[in-house]
Each structure stands twice: as C-alpha cells, then as structure tokens.
C-alpha cells in the first residue's frame, strides 16, 4: 500500500514538475520578447509606437484577466488541436504556458522601466543600435528584475499546475483532488499541500540566491 502511493506521489511531483518547467521555460522564451517590445513601443521608448503599444498591451490584459480555471476550459479547442487532446499533464502545459506569457510580459517590462533613462540615451548618442541597446544595455541593466519576475512567475506557475489537476491535467493537483477530496484520504491531501508548500520554497530560494548573484556582478 505504501509503496504503491509512494511510486504515485513520485509520477504526480514528476508530472507537476514537467508542466512547471515547460510551461515556464516557453512562456519565458515568448514572455520575455513581448515585454521587450512593450517597453521599446512604449510612449517615449526607442521605438514608440503608442498605437501598436496600445493594441498588444490590450490582448495581454485581456489574457490576464481571465481566471485560470476558466481559462483552462476556453483553450480546450485550442489545446486539442496543438496535443490532440484536452486531458493529462501535456494538454495542462498549453493553458499554463498561455497564462505565463502575458504575465512574465507584464513583468519584465516594469523591469525594463527601471533601467536609467540616461544609460540608453547615452547609448543613442553613441550610435548605438536598437538591438544594441536591448542586448548590451537595458536587459543586463534590468536582469535582476526580469529573474525575480520570472521566479514569481514559476511560483504562479506550481499553484496553477495544482488547478490544473481539476480537470484531469494530472500533477499533484490531480492526486489531491481524486485521493485527497473525492475519497476522503485527508492524510493524502496533507501531504499534497506539503509537498507545494516545499516546491514552492525551494523555487523561491534559488530565484531569490539568483538574483543575489546577478545583483552583486
């Protein structure tokens, strides 16, 4: 018996850790772009595009405040056509990434608005490019914000990962629900909830020791 539940919150962590880690290093990969070009279209940016700007930033705010339990049922038609099906820990990383996108946008362009105005002036003046300017001034002038963005975002991403479990995405999430909740093994849910409880320490701990390390550079 403990045996067979011990192999089960094996697979469900591994599952869980799957989601988070997919869904977060591919909503980073499209994320960080985005927030990027928020920032640079930006009234007053290298690029200002003010009606452009408007345009995205509008589609990101959309897709942000839309709950994500609901937002797991409206991509299901979007999420069977990329997996071929809307349940299990594959189907759970489409709706996961598509929450941490406009987040970690969100993020990393409040993270780019703190990088000194007069470091990418003096860059223009130089002659500088706007590629340039991205790679060699604001990103590592902004990236202790950008990773501690991303941190929160992976943080988001666990506790997402569990609600995904209500609709058989799999995961811890899912062990809680059908142990936990639908067959009354409160010590199953328990152990659930602290077995989060230390994912989500560990991954704010090495974000937070991250952030040290780049800050002191």
């Known amino acids: 018996m403990w045996s067979e539940m011990f192999d089960l919150f094996l697979s469900s962590f591994g599952e869980t850790l799957l989601m988070v880690a997919i869904s977060g290093v591919v909503g980073s990969l499209l994320g960080v772009p985005l927030g990027v070009l928020l920032h640079l279209t930006n009234r007053g940016g290298v690029l200002s595009h003010p009606l452009f700007n408007r345009t995205i930033g509008v589609v990101v705010n959309a897709v942000r405040s839309i709950p994500f339990i609901i937002l797991l049922v409206v991509v299901i038609p979007f999420t069977r056509f990329i997996v071929g099906s809307s349940i ?125 390390r780049i800050s002191h550079r």
Do not use: H, N
């Open 88 to 212: 299990g820990t594959t189907a759970a990383i489409v709706p996961l990434t598509i929450a941490a996108v406009p987040f970690i946008a969100r993020l990393v362009e409040a993270a780019l608005r703190e990088v000194d105005k007069g470091l990418v002036e003096a860059a223009q003046s130089m002659g500088a490019t706007t590629s340039q300017i991205v790679w060699k001034v604001l990103l590592p002038e902004a990236m202790p914000g950008i990773v501690a963005g991303l941190t929160i975002t992976f943080v988001s991403l666990v506790g997402y990962s569990a609600m995904a479990g209500a609709i058989g995405g799999g995961g811890l999430g899912d062990l809680g629900i059908r142990y936990g909740y639908q067959r009354y093994i409160t010590e199953i849910m328990v152990a659930v909830v602290l077995i989060l409880i230390v994912f989500v320490q560990a991954v704010q701990s090495f974000g937070d020791w991250l952030v040290r």
